[in-house]
């Protein structure tokens, strides 16, 4: 089968791989659509290093690496034990990577309910838990307002969750001009440059002397550093973005401790595996929370992706991903291969 791999620094080609085996408690799918995730996917495409919450692997990168974790596709065979979905079930996955077939355990693999879910929609769903935890995290109330730093992949989502769940203004922040115009189209209320000089006077203006929830979607600490200039007091901040750098400082005493700010780590994995709890959601039960949303009419997502390619246009795809400073949200199209190989 075809596979997307990085094979060294800044390269990614689409190769043959042995296609899995299904084994008990998983599930064998056919992938349809998968989404890229730039932040992540940028870190091990050129080998950045300390990727792994595991600190014995950071010590250098090592190739060949796979990205990709948020797609849809149809259920080929399922293994003993295995009860949720069966073969010809149309699923998101949860922790899949690029390419034709992958092999996932059972809780990884969640059946598309409702029929008028595209792939493209679903291959969504994956990514969008993430914003979806910082915001359940900072336990934030309709009416409160919120700040996004940052309008990546992540950034939009969490544009759009925010609106869904109440908050008010909704303030996106980015250096770059294209992403704060679509930051606006997402449901923004504003859309800031960080590097205006009057940045974080412009905000507390906005917010009634400061921002009650930040979602911070960088992980740059100058942008942790600003957003803490735009809080007001009690305000609580997640740390959704993977700060992979600790060569910065903050003034903890003035920023945090006087004014007390909650900072949360938002990382995904940060989650209960089994059993949700107030604030604290399961993977499997945030992309059934997604799936309700689009059923009653609450969220579209699929509308935030900007190009489809084939995965024969990986390297091209991933190339601009290396270089470029602002990259669009892009899926794979895997049901062109079969097109292209007849």
């Excluded at 969750?161 to 923004?188: M, S, W």
């Excluded at 993977?242 to 401790?257: E, G, L, Q, W």
């Amino acid at each position: 089968m075809k596979a997307i791999l990085f094979t060294k620094k800044d390269t990614a080609e689409l190769v043959d791989i042995e296609k899995p085996q299904v084994t008990r408690g998983n599930v064998l799918v056919k992938l349809m659509v998968s989404t890229i995730s730039s932040g992540t996917e940028r870190a091990n495409l050129t080998g950045e290093l300390n990727i792994s919450r595991n600190p014995a692997d950071c010590v250098e990168a090592k190739w060949p690496r796979q990205g990709g974790y948020s797609s849809a596709g149809i259920v080929e065979a399922v293994g003993e034990g295995v009860t949720s979905v069966k073969v010809g079930d149309r699923v998101t996955l949860s922790w899949s990577t690029h390419q034709q077939y992958v092999s996932l355990i059972e809780r990884n693999v969640h059946r598309i309910e409702d029929d008028n879910v595209t792939f493209e929609e679903a291959a969504l769903w994956h990514i969008g838990t993430f914003p979806m935890a910082a915001i359940r995290k900072c336990k934030l109330e309709f009416g409160e307002s919120a700040i996004v730093m940052g309008q990546g992949v992540l950034g939009q989502f969490a544009v759009r969750f925010l609106r869904t769940a109440g908050a008010a203004p909704i303030i996106a922040v980015d250096p770059v001009a294209e992403k704060r115009e679509q930051a606006l189209a997402l449901g923004a209320d504003y859309a800031l440059d960080p590097n205006a000089p009057d940045f974080a006077e412009t905000v507390k203006k906005l917010t009634r002397g400061g921002v009650k929830v930040a979602i911070e979607v960088t992980g740059i600490g100058k942008a942790l550093d600003q957003v803490l200039d735009c809080m007001a007091p009690f305000g609580r901040i997640a740390l959704l973005g993977c700060t992979r750098h600790s060569d910065f400082t903050i003034n903890y005493y003035h920023k945090v401790h006087s004014p007390g700010i909650t900072m949360i780590g938002a990382h995904t994995n940060a989650r209960p595996t089994y059993e949700s709890y107030s604030g604290w959601w399961t993977e499997g039960d945030d992309v059934r929370a997604e799936m309700d949303l689009f059923r009653y009419g609450r969220i579209r997502l699929s509308d935030l992706v900007e190009e489809t390619h084939s995965p024969t246009e990986a390297s091209e795809v991933y190339h601009r991903l290396a270089t470029e400073r602002s990259f669009p949200l892009v899926q794979f199209d895997w049901r062109t291969l079969a097109d292209e190989e007849e």
